[in-house]
Each structure stands twice: as C-alpha cells, then as structure tokens.
C-alpha cells in the first residue's frame, strides 16, 4: 500500500556480491520529515543499502519508491536532481579544490548553465554564478565554515571536512539526505554541533536516513530505528523499543555468545 507521508519505500530488496549476500529482503518506509537511523554491526550492509538507494548499483530484486515513484533504474544524476543526496563514509571532497569550490561543485546541478555557456560568460551567467557564490557562503555559514572558504578542502581537520560534505549535501537541496557515519573520527564537541545542524535540517523539511555507530546521538536523534544484522532486518520501532530488543542485543553482543 503507498501511503503518501512516505517518502522512501523499500520494498523487498535483495543485493548480492558474488556468494556475499548483502541484503536479503529488506523492506521498510522513510516518513516525510523524519530522522531514521540505520544500525546494525559492520558488514550488516548499511552503506550497501545506501549505494543502492542513490543509483550506485541496481538491487537485484525489489523496489525502491521515493515520492511513489519507483527509481530502481535511476542514474546517480537523475537521483540528485530529483532530491536524494548523501555523505559517505569515507568523506568525499574534491580534493584539489577548496572549500567553496566544493559546494559550487554541488551547485551545479541546481544551475542552469553549462560548460559552452560558461566560456561565453552571457551576463545572466555572471548572474547565476555570482547568486551561486552567495547562496555556497550561506551553506558555509550554516555549518561554520565561513572564515576558511580559499583554503584547499582537504588542508582542513578532517571533522570540518565532515561538515563541509554536509554543506555540499545541501547544496543539491535535497528532499532526502542520506549520512552515512557522520560522526566517526569527530570529538563530541564536534558531535554536538553535528546533532544540532541534523536537528536544523530536518526542521527544514528534509528526511534523513542516518547511518552510524555513535548510539547516543543515534538514539536521541531518530524517530525510528532500523536494525539490519547480515543482511536481514532484525528489528525496527522507536529507539527504547529497539534499543531493549533481544535480537539486537544478541546482534551486538551476541557475537561472543555463538
Ligand atoms: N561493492 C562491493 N563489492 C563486494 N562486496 C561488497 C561491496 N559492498 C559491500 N560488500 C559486502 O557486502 C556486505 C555488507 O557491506 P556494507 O554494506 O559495507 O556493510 P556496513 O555498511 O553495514 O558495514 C559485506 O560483506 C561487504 O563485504
Ligand atoms: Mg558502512
């Protein structure tokens, strides 16, 4: 049944790698507006589900439905410019490029002009370029980085440039943002700040599915949870449900137990 307040469905996937079953028949829904968090052990096949949602790679068997429209078969691009963005685990920055260049760099894909265009410079591209410069200097204010805007992304510690990835999540103006580990390698000052720009976003009206393994922001966090062990979905269900269920117990500390 479709419900329109989901905005993500998952609906019976399954992902293999050669003999690796990553996921098996995972099903669950996104509600508009909310946060999830999406738990479980590594190897559990989080991030797998996140390639999968943003047109990585096809499942090879279910769907996916963001706004009631399937999107199995959508390319990476096509999946940005209808409203999915994400983070990745590894932080993905332009390595050559500095701070600011990296968020023009995701907004790009919300600007009209191409490369021709570019080099003939017509003055609504200087337009669009220079309303582009002000809108990545409000991204970088958003998440505090305004002062380092020129310096090379990759000179900056490495939680700063968890945060630049975020801004350059943003920057897409996505209906759904996808974290995956956002606070692995922050100090919980970091943290902190990282909860209260989650909180701000999804006030903003965007969905969030959060991956990572920091339970204290995760549970404070999330609406929902969504537990996944091997592949398979164990639990799902508010966070003091989930957090009090035997088969994510056993899934976390039961690995000494078989
Ligand atoms: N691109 C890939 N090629 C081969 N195996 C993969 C690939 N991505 C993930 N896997 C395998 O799928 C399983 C789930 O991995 P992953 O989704 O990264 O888990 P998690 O993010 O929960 O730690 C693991 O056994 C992993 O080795
Ligand atoms: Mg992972």
Known sequence: MTNNTNLLEIRNIDKSFGGVQALSDIDFFL????????????GAGKTTLFNLITGLFPADKGE?????RP???????ELVRLGIARTFQNVELFESMTVLENILVGLHT????GIIESIFRFPYIR????????RAIELLEFVGLQDYADRT???LPFGWQR???????????PRLLLLDEPAAGLNMSETGRLEELIRKVRDQGVTILLVEHDMNLTMSISEKIVVLDQGRKIAEGPPREVQTDEAVMAAYLGKAKS
Do not use: H, W, Y
Request: aromatic share 4%; with cysteine.
């Open 31 to 42: 509600e508009q507006g909310s946060i999830t968090g999406l738990i479980g052990p590594n």
């Open 64 to 68: 996916i439905r963001f706004g009631g």
């Open 71 to 77: 999107i199995n078969n959508f390319r990476v691009n």
């Open 110 to 113: 919300r600007t009209r002009c």
């Open 127 to 134: 337009r669009e370029e220079q309303q582009a410069r002000e």
């Open 153 to 155: 992304s990759t000179d």
């Open 163 to 173: 945060l630049l990835e975020l801004a350059r999540a943003m920057a897409s103006k």
